[in-house]
């Protein structure tokens, strides 16, 4: 007799037939009384607050243009330095343009390489679309904080009033300059510091 003894063992077979299946619910699933006031409480604020304001162009309309003439005055003061000469901005009111000459005939050329091109800007730039202009959008108020058609940056990127004759280096332009533009409620500034000449809302 061998020292190692195997010994099969049966297993019973398990029947599955026997085994019960999860309790079936019978209850109905559905929105409580307090949940289907509570969402429409929300709508009715989103149609009240969101939805006039997604059919509303003013606020869109303003803020476009707050970035064109951003880009604007933050190239104009780049140009100056980069080609160390004297950058004149004109700010009319019918415009944001810069320019080598203080009556604003010789445009600096877009950086883009095309402007907007509207028919206000064709109008208000001389039909230039490579010029660094824009015309301001019809129904958009322009204001701004200093007297005179515009100033200009020296080449090192300080700005002046027009009013003090270059190559002075003496800035009567002490003050920010601050430039509102706004639409039926809706508004947007842009500032210029002075000395630095630093560019921002």
């Known amino acids: 007799m061998s020292f190692f003894s195997a010994r099969i063992t049966r297993m019973p077979l398990r029947d599955v037939t026997t085994h019960a299946s999860p309790p079936c619910r019978n209850g109905r699933s559905g929105f409580t009384l307090v949940e289907l006031a509570g969402t429409l409480v929300i709508v009715s604020i989103l149609a009240l607050v ?3 304001r997604f059919f509303n162009n003013n606020a869109f309309d303003v803020e ?3 970035a064109q003439a951003q880009s604007v005055l933050r190239h104009a003061q780049k140009t100056a330095i980069a080609q160390n000469r004297n950058v004149f ?3 009319d009111g019918a415009r944001f343009a810069a320019c080598f000459d203080a009556a604003c005939t010789a445009y ?3 950086p883009a390489g095309k402007n907007s091109d509207s028919a206000r800007t064709q109008d208000n730039c001389s039909d230039n679309d490579t ?4 015309a301001i959008p019809s129904g958009i ?3 701004k904080s200093i007297a005179g058609a515009g100033f200009y940056f020296n080449a090192l990127g300080k700005p002046f009033h027009l009013t003090d004759p270059p190559p002075t280096p003496t800035s009567t332009f002490v003050n920010a ?3 509102t533009l706004s639409k039926e409620g809706d508004t947007r500034q842009l500032v210029v510091e002075p000395e630095t000449g630093y560019v921002h809302q």
């Open 64 to 66: 476009r243009f707050h």
């Open 89 to 91: 901005v004109s700010l």
């Open 177 to 179: 300059l601050v430039i």
């Open 131 to 134: 010029a660094l202009c824009e």
């Open 50 to 52: 969101a939805v006039p």
């Open 141 to 143: 108020a322009f204001n």
């Open 108 to 110: 600096v050329v877009t």
